[in-house]
């Protein structure tokens, strides 16, 4: 008989989850990065020589000294914006003094590289079997029957219960959906089991029966159709 596919897990978007960590480290490391003083000592520099530069272009200072005398003016010029001077400074602070800054955003980076390496699990369950990959890139293939509980955990988690032990899968997408299609199913097998259990203990009583007519036949208080008729009777036939 051919395996029938059941539910089949439904993965994250890794793309989406990457942006958001990102953003998230970068967002930390710049609010680290704004409380460095440096950055605003540098603007208070930058506002001073501006009013330098001003004086000097309202007085007429340039038109009878070389710029090149002159520190502020020089600056204001190779930065006419003051966010660009900013920009500058800071990228040569983090480069020169403050990679500390960037510890949160590295550490976020590898947080979500481990958590999509070794977290993220794929199920799949058929009519026969749950099989897929467990967390640490473990793989499983388990027949359903060996399944006996199944439960859901944090980060969006299905553990799978066998005589063995329980086998974690995580960040799953549709994990309602799946532990709700195993519970279906552990429950099914549940009462098929029940219903076997009653049928043989039936079977059992009507083959006593049958022993019990056939010692009556035998010792001569029942004729040869009546043990007959009792025992298609019992039978079922
Ligand atoms: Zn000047």
Not at 43 to 50: G, I, T, V
Request: some cysteine.
């Amino acid at each position: 008989m051919e395996e029938k596919l059941i539910i089949k897990s439904e993965r994250y978007n890794l793309k989406v989850f990457l942006i958001i960590i990102i953003i998230i480290g970068g967002l930390t490391s710049c609010i680290l990065f704004a409380n460095i003083d440096g950055v605003s000592r540098n603007a208070k520099w930058y506002d001073e020589w501006h009013e330098t530069y001003l004086e000097h272009q309202n007085s007429g200072y340039h038109t009878t000294h070389s710029y090149d005398d002159c520190e502020d003016c020089r600056m204001i010029k190779a930065y006419p914006i003051k966010l660009l001077y900013l920009i500058d400074y800071a990228w040569e602070l983090l480069f020169d003094e403050t990679m500390l800054a960037l510890i949160p955003f590295g550490v976020s980076i590898l947080i979500s590289i481990f958590a999509f390496v070794w977290l993220r699990s794929e199920l799949i369950v058929t009519d026969k079997r749950v099989y897929g990959k467990a967390t640490f890139g473990r793989r499983v293939d388990l027949p359903v029957d060996s399944v006996t509980a199944i439960s859901t955990g944090i980060l969006k988690g299905v553990g799978v219960g066998t005589s063995s032990g329980k086998i974690n899968f995580k960040l799953i997408k549709n994990r309602d959906e799946i532990h709700s299609v195993i519970s279906n199913l552990l429950l099914e097998r549940q009462k098929d089991n029940k219903e076997r259990t009653e049928t043989q203990a039936v079977n059992f009583t009507n083959a006593d029966e049958i022993k019990k007519y056939k010692e009556l036949l035998e010792n001569g208080t029942i004729t040869q159709e009546e043990f007959d008729a009792k025992k298609k009777q019992l039978l079922g036939l």
